[in-house]
């Protein structure tokens, strides 16, 4: 787990959805430093959280943990014609 990855996204999730820190920590019952800390990657979200995270979000939770919503990884490889 990348917490600085981590932390950018969840930085970039919460503005996406107009939520202040203190809006999300309310939500989850933590203090908003704990959420500034985990924007800073200065620590990652607790395993027991990131379901809750996910559902505020409405993310997949691989993304969270992958800090990534948008991989590089191509899905889909070259098809020659039939």
Do not use: H
């Amino acid at each position: 787990m990348d917490c600085g990855k981590i932390g950018k996204l969840i930085l970039r999730l919460r503005k996406e959805k107009n939520m202040t820190q203190k809006m999300l920590a309310d939500a989850m019952n933590l203090s908003d430093r704990t959420i500034s800390k985990w924007e800073r990657g200065v620590g990652c979200p607790d395993i027991s959280l990131l379901s809750e995270l996910s559902d505020i979000f409405g993310v997949n939770l691989e993304k969270i943990l992958a800090g990534d919503l948008y991989p590089n990884d191509k899905e889909v490889g070259n098809l020659k014609k039939v």
